[in-house]
């Protein structure tokens, strides 16, 4: 089984049963390829990190940056050697999501697909680092 098709992580539930969850949030293959090469090139950062600010006509926009340390109440998810840190603010709002990234001759972006997410408006939220 590889690595990439593993969608859990495990917490205590108790002294010595173990649950298994679904990870917050999952990477593409094509998203964790671009965050490794973005990471090569800035040896002091250890991932990227979520979050979510006020903006836009849903109320909420994703955010995506850098990050050195893992924050207090972050969330960590580590999938295929790629770490992502949740920012607290954004847990709940980016449970179930898929970060994508895609590339034509015009643009490059990174894409957030939430299956829970009953509207947005235009074609969603996607940037570049």
Known sequence: MSASLVRATVRAVSKRKLQPTRAALTLTPAAVNKIKQLLKDKPEHVGVKVG????GCNGLSYTLEYTKTKGDSDEEVIQDGV??????KAQLTL????INYAE???SSEFLFRNSSIKGTCGRGESFTI
Do not use: A, N, P, S
């Open 52 to 55: 979510v600010r006020t903006r």
């Open 83 to 88: 770490r992502v840190f949740i920012e607290k």
């Open 95 to 98: 449970l179930g999501t898929e």
């Open 104 to 106: 034509d001759k015009l």
